[in-house]
């Protein structure tokens, strides 16, 4: 069957769906996106993530295209239209389409496209079981990575250049030496005493909504949580490291910069806060 897509209020099969090649999401990145998780054919955590793109939308004085309602009932069609039982939904939502211009265009309508694709969940719960890799890089994005843009170069190139070494991820490190996030999640340890660490939420990582729901989970679990920067040479030390992501939800990391983290293995808290996340998460 033929995959569909949501263009600017039409379903359209996925061969067909285009936009205007003066779209300034395409020329500028001038656009922001969401990724929501799908499980059971059903939305996971849309709520935070309606909240999250309204944020995004208004730091960059884009007009919200429609209601947060109206857009749930397009991310769902396209999740049944294209059959998802488990997998996600891409939103990106662009200024519009405009004469190329630095400046704001005026009158135009913001630019909204919907779509969906399945995962292996099979292969997902493989690499969790077995852990990953991942090697730092510097961070060089520009200085509101809390905005969910898609302006992503950086991104591409330090997950390549993970790829390239034979790891999986890459970890941004920022001038002081303190880790921020991962490429596309955000990055944690376990230090030796059993407290959890991951970098605050500022103006240098995007608040993921799979780490909101992981805070709310090591509350109730009764551990320790510290919300600060940490070091490399504190991430090598680790008793465990993981990321989290809507793609992933808690992927155990047991290799950073070719340091083994803990025994190798993925540890017992990265692994109780993956089977315990969906009972906190919302689906609906």
């Not at 061969?15 to 779209?23: G, S």
């Not at 890089?137 to 330090?158: C, E």
Request: aromatic share 6%.
């Amino acid at each position: 069957m033929s995959r569909y897509a949501y263009v600017n209020g039409r379903y359209l099969p996925f061969r067909d769906a285009k936009v205007h090649i003066e779209d300034r999401g395409y020329q500028f990145a001038d656009a922001v996106y969401e990724v929501c998780e799908v499980r059971q054919g059903r939305l996971v955590d849309e709520r935070r993530h309606m909240a999250r793109l309204s944020r995004s939308l208004a730091e960059l004085r884009i007009a919200m295209p429609m209601s947060a309602r109206t857009l749930g009932i397009v991310l769902r069609e396209v999740v049944a239209k294209n059959r998802i039982g488990y997998g996600l939904v891409y939103l990106q939502i662009s200024r519009g389409v405009a004469r190329r211009d630095l400046a704001f265009p005026q009158q135009v309508s913001p630019t909204v496209v919907v779509t969906a694709r399945s995962l292996n969940q099979t292969r997902n719960g493989a690499l969790a079981a077995k852990g990953i890799a991942v090697v730092s890089v510097p961070d060089n994005r520009w200085g509101r990575v809390d905005i969910k843009t898609v302006g992503l170069l950086p991104n591409v190139l330090a997950r390549q250049t993970a790829i390239d070494r034979g790891a999986r991820d890459a970890w941004f490190v920022d001038k002081d030496g303190i880790v921020t996030e991962a490429a596309s999640a955000n990055a944690w340890i376990v230090t030796p005493d059993g407290k959890l660490v991951t970098r605050h939420a500022d103006h240098a990582i995007l608040p993921g909504i799979t780490r909101a729901v992981t805070l709310d989970v090591i509350k109730t679990l009764g551990l320790t949580v510290e919300e600060r920067g940490f070091q490399l040479e504190e991430a090598y030390a680790a008793r465990e490291a993981f990321e989290t992501s809507a793609t992933q939800i808690v992927m155990p990391v047991v290799r950073i910069d070719g340091h083994v983290i803990g025994d190798g293995k993925p540890g017992p808290v990265a692994t109780a806060l993956r089977r315990e996340f969906h009972r906190y998460a919302e689906v609906g």
